[in-house]
């Protein structure tokens, strides 16, 4: 079973990530803002995660190089999922070391391609 660690502030978003997953494929874990997301990436041992990117305490750019730059979780994939959908925004989340940038509203059969792609 993958787990997938689902970072964002607004709880609406989390229950929509969370009831688009499989229960019997993924394990899903919350976090509200991007401090408790970062302390579950580092200490949770996850797949994948889905971080927004605009959050209080510390931003999603941020965590993600954080865990980017940890060689306990360098490895762990990052998909980034916001409503900035300038050019700029997407290239800051590529180099903060996201493995792929997905902009809200977005498509739940287009995330879970996105998901399953990566955790091939």
Same mark, same amino acid.
């Given at each position: 079973?993958?787990?997938?660690?689902?970072?964002?502030?607004?709880?609406?978003?989390?229950?929509?990530?969370? $009831?688009?997953f *499989?229960? !019997?494929? $993924?394990?899903?874990?919350? !976090?509200?803002?991007?401090?408790?997301?970062?302390?579950? @990436?580092?200490?949770?041992?996850v797949?994948?995660?889905?971080?927004?990117?605009?959050m209080? *305490?510390?931003?999603g750019?941020?965590?993600?190089?954080?865990?980017?730059?940890?060689? !306990?979780?360098? @490895?762990?994939?990052?998909i980034?999922?916001? @409503?900035?959908?300038?050019?700029?925004?997407?290239?800051?989340?590529l180099? !903060?070391? /996201?493995? *792929?940038?997905?902009?809200?509203? $977005?498509?739940?059969?287009?995330? @879970? /391609?996105?998901?399953?792609?990566?955790?091939e």
């Open positions: 079973m993958k787990r997938i660690l689902i970072v964002d502030d607004d709880p609406l978003i989390l229950d929509l990530f969370e $009831f688009s *499989d229960p !019997a494929k $993924f394990e899903i874990i919350r !976090a509200h803002n991007g401090r408790e997301g970062l302390e579950k @990436a580092l200490h949770e041992k797949d994948l995660i889905l971080l927004d990117v605009m209080p *305490d510390l931003n750019y941020e965590v993600c190089r954080q865990v980017k730059n940890n060689p !306990a979780t360098q @490895a762990t994939k990052v980034m999922v916001s @409503a900035k959908v300038q050019k700029e925004e997407i290239e800051q989340g180099k !903060a070391g /996201a493995d *792929d940038y997905i902009t809200k509203p $977005f498509e739940p059969l287009d995330l @879970a /391609a996105k998901i399953t792609k990566l955790l």
